[in-house]
């Protein structure tokens, strides 16, 4: 501001083309003459001054006092004249100076640690007790919870706007008609019979709603200096008030950072808790993939180490045996017979991925996630006391949408206010009528990829008729033109879905911010949840399953078209390559996309505003904030999701890709330093929201932890060749080993019965073939020299070892499951959700602040004009609290509970006790009776005889009062 004394807490910025529109220029006056009603300041920057000519600024600026009044609104926790003991929380703490990972902590030179105090709930009435430097009131509220409170005062500041229904009558009136409350009287417009003010003008509210109408073009609070100081040399100490920015630059965005923990209080105290908490859990679970990935590569090295002893695929590779087999087309008419020593190197892969240590590293990463979940609340819990979140969930405020549109009011059971109430049977109408449009937008996604799948077949099909130069490239062809077609139609219904996700959310209208944005995550992934694993699922579960041998109709889709089949060694290839893909390539592209397109955007507006510079105009702090890029309406949407779906590929389909958790690893060292830039660096800065959980992601990932174990037994049970390998090594191999595992596994059929004959049989190649193979337990055709009985009744139907195989799988299904499942619930059920040390530091905080608030407010009671009162009016004060405390004891007891104000009652009897008017005013039976009473049940019970009682009370109160 011009007054060096005052900070800037927000910017507005509006261009010229908003200020030439009578109707947005008179709402945005309406609004600002709102905003300085709400106790706000505001200063203004002329168009002339910014680097474009174009845009205004507005400037806003709280107050001491509109600062003690909102962080009372929204319950800021602030800090008190007692520190919390460091000492004994050490003591607490096992091994701490033993910590193997000490060398990787944050720099104290770079990062200082802060004093420690304990907080409380804020409140103006007990200004006393909080640690104010009163010599510079306005330091006791860090930046960003200055624009904390700024942006609820945005967010719940009404203004006048045109009714929807007449918005082409407003442009037809005088330009000079204004759209406020307090003139709008005056006009002559409205002067005797003639339009109704509210046929014209409706109340709206907030900020975003100004945004969204293009009445301004950006709010935001302002970042801290630079976050690189030219002349800075890396490594020394960062002096100096308003520096925060450049130290989390230094400690945490910088690329050299990334082995290095995180500055989570100083991350805290800059972007927030809600940001905070997202870079604790990213770090957490970066961390706890570092087991993962052990394991998950010492699987990989068990099977590249046995790859050349696998009997299985030694014999596919061996040209005189079973891999001398003839098989069947793979396609129609343009396909041949192959020979399946072919498939060598398929099979050798196939091998890495599909062993015994894949399945035992299945059910450890079933463990793993449990473990993770747990240890994760425990540490959320441990953050939660660290920041003063515990009680977050009973100081959290209502949406202003919530209070405007919700007309049906209750009292509340513990404040006793009269607030807004949503019946249960509005909730539930309204979250069924949004959650099955929600199902329906999935479904649409469903066909869509199944559209993609027979688009693909079809068009193999119809590419593999054409003449050979057309049909040599069906498949690629086919892959193109289907990613093309898939992005496209994902993309569409992305942008439809978003848009719809967030007028549904509207509609059934949430209590508090968090009940809003929990509810339009849900409905937002459970569209990413089939957009990301759809195409992997049906590669999975459904791929070379739905179809029968080659020479049924079956085997082709409306019977004319082939479908798609796996090689003999099974699918689990073709699911490491998707996974592969998705994981690896799409995470690189995203990263890129995250850094790449911003910076290159940013350097194209700060050139041009520098450019500027040059001509004359000062480049200010606002207009460098303003040229960065805004941020989304919900800023850790798309962090959380890209983690939870990497979260989903790295433990559904960990027995098809056991090297998930490294690949994982080494993105989320790389992501964590990109959020944090991205964050400092290319970002407006967020408002300092508060969160003490990461919200519905926990069940989200609770959830995917069930589908896991499920998706994993029948990945290893029908995907893999574990259980028919099993199975025939313990019921058909004459030796007990996998000899002739392969030979077993692959069924003939005569070629004049296939269906779709190649046009090129290569008969110098093959000869004259009569007879191909193909996977599957099928009975050979009648009279084939592989038959036991040659007048078997059908030919080509399952065999008995198919349904042994098929008995085996679902056995395994549910021993693998009810194991797993075992196995978690042990683990929940030994792990604590609080840990031992948290617990005991609650205790102790609460014994400490308990005692210091009841000294503050009855010891340090001050009259109205801030001097200390006598001890008539301290007398005076503590029966009128006592008087007001009765009433409420009377109201809870016909809800039938007490419990809850019964300290408070009963510490200020003790007060006046020692106070000696009210002693007087007293019975000697009274004093006798809280003397005696010395537990706490006859103590409760004296309590609410003595309340009985009012007479004395009623007359103390005439004497001094």
């Given at each position: 501001?011009?007054?060096?004394?005052?900070?800037?807490?927000?910017?507005?910025?509006?261009?010229?083309?908003?200020?030439?529109?009578?109707?947005?220029?008179?709402?945005?006056?309406?609004?600002?003459?709102?905003?300085?009603?709400?106790?706000?300041?505001?200063?203004?920057?002329?168009?002339?001054?910014?680097?474009?000519?174009?845009?205004?600024?507005?400037?806003?600026?709280?107050?001491?006092?509109?600062?003690?009044?909102?962080?009372?609104?929204?319950?800021?926790?602030?800090?008190?004249?007692?520190?919390?003991?460091?000492?004994?929380?050490?003591?607490?703490?096992?091994?701490?100076?033993?910590?193997?990972?000490?060398?990787?902590?944050?720099?104290?030179?770079?990062?200082?640690?802060?004093?420690?105090?304990?907080?409380?709930?804020?409140?103006?009435?007990?200004?006393?007790?909080?640690?104010?430097?009163?010599?510079?009131?306005?330091?006791?509220?860090?930046?960003?919870?200055?624009?904390?409170?700024?942006?609820?005062?945005?967010?719940?500041?009404?203004?006048?706007?045109?009714?929807?229904?007449?918005?082409?009558?407003?442009?037809?009136?005088?330009?000079?008609?204004?759209?406020?409350?307090?003139?709008?009287?005056?006009?002559?417009?409205?002067?005797?019979?003639?339009?109704?003010?509210?046929?014209?003008?409706?109340?709206?509210?907030?900020?975003?709603?100004?945004?969204?109408?293009?009445?301004?073009?950006?709010?935001?609070?302002?970042?801290?200096?630079?976050?690189?100081?030219?002349?800075?040399?890396?490594?020394?100490?960062?002096?100096?008030?308003?520096?925060?920015?450049?130290?989390?630059?230094?400690?945490?965005?910088?690329?050299?950072?990334?082995?290095?923990?995180?500055?989570?209080?100083?991350?805290?105290?800059?972007?927030?808790?809600?940001?905070?908490?997202?870079?604790?859990?990213l770090g957490f679970y970066t961390f706890m993939l570092i087991p993962a990935s052990f394991v998950g590569v010492v699987a990989f090295i068990y099977g590249l180490s046995n790859i050349y002893r696998d009997i299985p695929s030694n014999d596919i590779c061996n040209s005189t045996g079973v891999g001398d087999?003839?098989?069947?087309?793979?396609?129609?008419?343009?396909?041949?017979?192959?020979?399946?020593?072919?498939?060598?190197?398929?099979?050798?892969?196939?091998?890495?991925?599909?062993?015994?240590?894949?399945?035992?590293?299945?059910?450890?990463?079933?463990?793993?996630?449990?473990?993770?979940?747990?240890?994760?609340?425990?540490?959320?819990?441990?953050?939660?006391?660290?920041?003063?979140?515990?009680?977050?969930?009973?100081?959290?405020?209502?949406?202003?949408?919530?209070?405007?549109?919700?007309?049906?009011?209750?009292?509340?059971?513990?404040?006793?206010?009269?607030?807004?109430?949503?019946?249960?049977?509005?909730?539930?109408?309204?979250?069924?009528?949004?959650?099955?449009?929600?199902?329906?937008?999935?479904?649409?996604?469903?066909?869509?990829?199944?559209?993609?799948?027979?688009?693909?077949?079809?068009?193999?099909?119809?590419?593999?008729s054409m003449p050979y130069e057309v049909g040599k490239h069906a498949k690629i062809i086919t892959s193109l033109t289907a990613a093309i077609i898939n992005l496209t139609v994902i993309m569409a219904l992305n942008v439809v879905y978003a848009r719809l996700a967030k007028y549904l959310t509207e509609i059934?209208?949430?209590?508090?911010?968090?009940?809003?944005?929990?509810?339009?995550?849900?409905?937002?992934?459970?569209?990413?949840?089939?957009?990301?694993?759809?195409?992997?699922?049906?590669?999975?579960?459904?791929?070379?399953?739905?179809?029968?041998?080659?020479?049924?109709?079956?085997?082709?889709?409306?019977?004319?078209?082939?479908?798609?089949?796996?090689?003999?060694?099974?699918?689990?290839?073709?699911?490491?390559?998707?996974?592969?893909?998705?994981?690896?390539?799409?995470?690189?592209?995203?990263?890129?996309?995250?850094?790449?397109?911003?910076?290159?955007?940013?350097?194209?507006?700060?050139?041009?505003?520098?450019?500027?510079?040059?001509?004359?105009?000062?480049?200010?702090?606002?207009?460098?904030?303003?040229?960065?890029?805004?941020?989304?309406?919900?800023?850790?949407?798309?962090?959380?999701?890209?983690?939870?779906?990497?979260?989903?590929?790295?433990?559904?389909?960990?027995?098809?890709?056991?090297?998930?958790?490294?690949?994982?690893?080494?993105?989320?060292?790389?992501?964590?330093?990109?959020?944090?830039?991205?964050?400092?660096?290319?970002?407006?800065?967020?408002?300092?929201?508060?969160?003490?959980?990461?919200?519905?992601?926990?069940?989200?990932?609770?959830?995917?932890?069930?589908?896991?174990?499920?998706?994993?037994?029948?990945?290893?049970?029908?995907?893999?060749?574990?259980?028919?390998?099993?199975?025939?090594?313990?019921?058909?191999?004459?030796?007990?080993?996998?000899?002739?595992?392969?030979?077993?596994?692959?069924?003939?059929?005569?070629?004049?019965?296939?269906?779709?004959?190649?046009?090129?049989?290569?008969?110098?190649?093959?000869?004259?073939?009569?007879?191909?193979?193909?996977?599957?337990?099928?009975?050979?055709?009648?009279?084939?020299?592989?038959?036991?009985?040659?007048?078997?009744?059908?030919?080509?139907?399952?065999?008995?070892?198919?349904?042994?195989?098929?008995?085996?799988?679902?056995?395994?299904?549910?021993?693998?499951?009810?194991?797993?499942?075992?196995?978690?619930?042990?683990?929940?059920?030994?792990?604590?959700?609080?840990?031992?040390?948290?617990?005991?530091?609650?205790?102790?905080?609460?014994?400490?602040?308990?005692?210091?608030?009841?000294?503050?407010?009855?010891?340090?009671?001050?009259?109205?004009?801030?001097?200390?009162?006598?001890?008539?009016?301290?007398?005076?004060?503590?029966?009128?609290?006592?008087?007001?405390?009765?009433?409420?004891?009377?109201?809870?007891?016909?809800?039938?509970?007490?419990?809850?104000?019964?300290?408070?009652?009963?510490?200020?009897?003790?007060?006046?006790?020692?106070?000696?008017?009210?002693?007087?005013?007293?019975?000697?039976?009274?004093?006798?009776?809280?003397?005696?009473?010395?537990?706490?049940?006859?103590?409760?019970f004296s309590l609410f005889r003595q309340l009985r009682h009012t007479r004395s009370l009623r007359q103390s109160e005439d004497k001094y009062c």
């Open positions: 501001m011009k007054d060096e004394d005052k900070r800037v807490d927000y910017v507005l910025a509006y261009t010229t083309e908003s200020d030439k529109d009578p109707v947005k220029r008179e709402m945005r006056e309406s609004f600002e003459e709102s905003l300085m009603a709400e106790g706000l300041e505001s200063e203004h920057e002329d168009k002339a001054d910014s680097q474009d000519g174009q845009t205004y600024f507005l400037k806003l600026h709280a107050p001491w006092n509109t600062l003690i009044s909102g962080a009372q609104l929204l319950n800021l926790r602030k800090r008190i004249k007692l520190r919390r003991n460091v000492e004994s929380e050490k003591k607490l703490r096992c091994c701490d100076c033993f910590h193997p990972l000490k060398g990787f902590q944050v720099d104290p030179d770079i990062v200082p640690v802060g004093d420690d105090f304990f907080t409380v709930t804020f409140n103006k009435n007990k200004i006393d007790i909080f640690n104010i430097n009163w010599n510079n009131p306005e330091s006791f509220f860090t930046n960003a919870e200055r624009s904390l409170i700024v942006k609820v005062i945005l967010d719940r500041t009404r203004f006048t706007s045109p009714a929807p229904e007449n918005r082409l009558i407003l442009p037809m009136m005088p330009v000079a008609l204004p759209l406020n409350f307090k003139s709008i009287k005056a006009s002559p417009l409205f002067q005797g019979p003639g339009l109704d003010l509210f046929d014209v003008l409706e109340i709206s509210f907030g900020i975003q709603k100004l945004l969204s109408l293009g009445v301004y073009t950006a709010a935001f609070p302002l970042h801290e200096s630079q976050y690189c100081e030219e002349g800075y040399i890396q490594g020394t100490p960062i002096v100096g008030e308003d520096k925060d920015r450049q130290r989390l630059y230094e400690a945490w965005a910088r690329p050299g950072r990334w082995c290095h923990y995180q500055p989570l209080h100083l991350i805290r105290k800059y972007f927030g808790e809600k940001i905070a908490i997202y870079f604790a859990w087999s003839i098989m069947c087309p793979k396609c129609d008419r343009m396909c041949s017979y192959w020979r399946l020593s072919q498939g060598c190197t398929y099979a050798r892969l196939t091998f890495l991925f599909d062993n015994k240590a894949t399945v035992l590293f299945a059910f450890i990463m079933a463990i793993w996630t449990t473990v993770f979940l747990e240890f994760w609340k425990r540490r959320q819990q441990e953050l939660q006391y660290e920041w003063d979140l515990i009680d977050f969930d009973l100081e959290e405020r209502l949406r202003p949408e919530f209070e405007l549109k919700v007309k049906q009011k209750r009292q509340n059971p513990i404040t006793l206010e009269m607030e807004p109430y949503q019946s249960w049977s509005t909730r539930l109408t309204r979250t069924l009528s949004a959650y099955s449009v929600v199902l329906m937008m999935i479904t649409l996604v469903i066909m869509a990829i199944l559209g993609v799948i027979v688009y693909r077949i079809i068009i193999v099909g119809l590419l593999h059934e209208t949430p209590r508090t911010y968090s009940e809003y944005e929990d509810s339009l995550t849900l409905k937002m992934f459970l569209f990413q949840f089939v957009n990301f694993y759809g195409s992997t699922f049906y590669i999975a579960f459904f791929k070379g399953n739905l179809i029968s041998h080659p020479g049924s109709n079956r085997y082709y889709l409306f019977g004319r078209f082939k479908q798609d089949d796996c090689d003999p060694a099974g699918c689990i290839v073709d699911l490491f390559v998707h996974l592969s893909m998705v994981m690896v390539g799409k995470q690189f592209v995203n990263n890129m996309k995250e850094i790449l397109v911003p910076m290159f955007s940013i350097q194209r507006r700060q050139s041009k505003s520098l450019q500027k510079e040059l001509d004359g105009n000062e480049y200010m702090r606002w207009e460098h904030d303003h040229d960065l890029e805004d941020l989304p309406e919900l800023p850790l949407f798309d962090d959380y999701l890209e983690m939870v779906v990497q979260f989903g590929f790295v433990t559904i389909f960990v027995s098809a890709f056991p090297l998930a958790p490294l690949f994982a690893l080494l993105n989320n060292i790389i992501e964590v330093r990109l959020d944090a830039y991205k964050f400092v660096a290319m970002w407006k800065r967020p408002p300092a929201y508060k969160a003490h959980n990461i919200g519905i992601w926990y069940e989200i990932l609770q959830g995917l932890s069930f589908i896991a174990v499920l998706s994993n037994a029948f990945i290893i049970a029908y995907t893999s060749q574990f259980i028919p390998k099993i199975t025939y090594q313990l019921l058909h191999s004459k030796t007990g080993t996998l000899e002739g595992y392969f030979d077993n596994s692959l069924s003939y059929i005569l070629t004049k019965d296939l269906i779709a004959k190649p046009l090129n049989n290569h008969t110098e190649t093959f000869g004259e073939v009569t007879e191909c193979r193909y996977s599957g337990y099928r009975h050979p055709p009648k009279g084939h020299w592989s038959s036991n009985i040659s007048n078997h009744a059908k030919p080509y139907t399952y065999t008995s070892q198919y349904w042994h195989i098929f008995a085996a799988r679902l056995v395994f299904v549910i021993i693998f499951e009810h194991v797993c499942f075992l196995s978690t619930w042990l683990v929940v059920y030994i792990i604590p959700d609080v840990s031992g040390r948290v617990r005991r530091m609650r205790v102790y905080d609460k014994q400490l602040i308990h005692k210091l608030n009841f000294d503050a407010t009855f010891a340090d009671t001050r009259s109205d004009n801030g001097e200390p009162q006598n001890e008539e009016q301290r007398t005076c004060s503590l029966l009128e609290q006592l008087q007001e405390m009765q009433e409420n004891v009377a109201k809870s007891r016909e809800r039938g509970s007490t419990s809850s104000i019964e300290s408070s009652h009963f510490s200020l009897l003790a007060q006046l006790g020692n106070t000696p008017h009210a002693g007087a005013s007293r019975s000697q039976d009274e004093e006798s009776k809280m003397s005696s009473n010395t537990s706490r049940s006859k103590k409760s």
